[in-house]
């Protein structure tokens, strides 16, 4: 049926015959991609739906056996053994009687033809039922047994066992590589997350620093400005002849106090840009 579908479309569609030869043929047919042949798809559908038919090689150890046997020097073996015997008998049959008691070959050679015509007629007898069980195999896997011998078609057998068998082994091992490679992928992209993380916490951790220098930048410009310690290097100027004293009126004028007022607007506004600061850094 595989054949047949194979051959869709062509004029062998609906042909309907099985050949021996074609078992071993199907480690030759490949897929499109070249990654697999009929042979290996065949050995893991029966793994994962047939998984009994997967121990048929054990029931076939036989036929290399088999496949070494010559069934035509085996016929030619026993006739000519079986001419040699008859000629043997004729022998002892027409030799002259003696009376000789010395000579003892017709006691001896009857006895040795006897035994030897009953170890053919068994041999016989088992190469005709031989020949019997192979027109039957014949019938059943469709070939004709006269133009097949019993060595190629065991042949067949025998290499088809061994490339099935192959061809599991080599599916169990696809399958432990596509999982090495899996979760060797899955270990590199874990890595790549995990460099990833490093990388974002490190970058996290460079802000804060940063943003922490800056805020204590502020907090020491601001202490330095409440203290007074910002203007302690500035020199004191000398009161010049003529100025007025503290308690003069022309100290009491609004405008004496700009100085103060200069400080005070600079403070407000190093203040402004600390909240703007501190409201930013709440925010991220």
């Known amino acids: 049926r595989v054949g047949n579908y194979m051959n869709a479309g062509s004029r062998n569609a609906q ?33 994962d739906n047939y998984p009994e038919i997967l121990r048929f090689p054990d029931e076939l150890e036989h036929v290399e056996s088999a496949s070494k046997v010559a069934a035509e020097i085996l016929k030619s073996s026993l006739s000519t053994m079986e001419r040699h015997i008859q000629r043997l008998e004729n022998d002892i049959g027409n030799f002259p009687k003696t009376d ?3 000579d003892k070959f017709v ?7 006897k035994h ?8 016989s007898t088992m190469h005709k039922n031989m020949q019997k069980l192979f027109e039957s195999i014949g019938s059943y896997f469709a070939f004709d047994p006269h133009s097949v011998s019993v060595e190629d078609f065991f042949g067949e057998l025998a290499n088809f066992r061994i490339l099935f068998s192959e061809a599991v082994k ?14 060797a992928k899955l270990a590199k992209e874990k890595a790549e997350r995990e460099k990833q993380e490093r990388q974002q916490k490190k970058k996290q951790l460079i802000d804060m620093n ?12 601001m202490e330095a400005l409440q203290s007074g310690a910002a203007f302690r290097d500035r020199r004191k100027r000398t009161p010049r002849n003529g100025d007025q004293s503290p308690s003069s009126p022309v100290s009491r004028w609004p405008g004496a106090n700009y100085g103060n007022r200069t400080l005070d607007n600079r403070r407000a506004v190093l203040e402004r840009s600390r909240s703007r600061h501190n409201t930013s850094h709440q925010a991220r």
């Open 15 to 47: 042909t309907f015959g099985f050949n021996i030869s074609f078992l071993c043929k199907l480690r030759d047919t490949k897929s499109i991609g070249h990654n697999m042949t009929l042979l290996h798809f065949l050995a893991e559908k029966c793994e």
């Open 100 to 102: 000789d008691p010395q």
């Open 107 to 113: 006691e001896k050679m009857s006895g040795f033809c």
């Open 116 to 123: 030897a015509r009953e170890q053919y007629e068994k041999l």
């Open 170 to 183: 080599e599916n169990h091992k696809k399958r432990e590589m596509e999982e090495k490679i899996k979760r």
């Open 210 to 221: 940063k943003e922490g220098d800056e805020t204590g930048v502020m907090d020491s410009l």
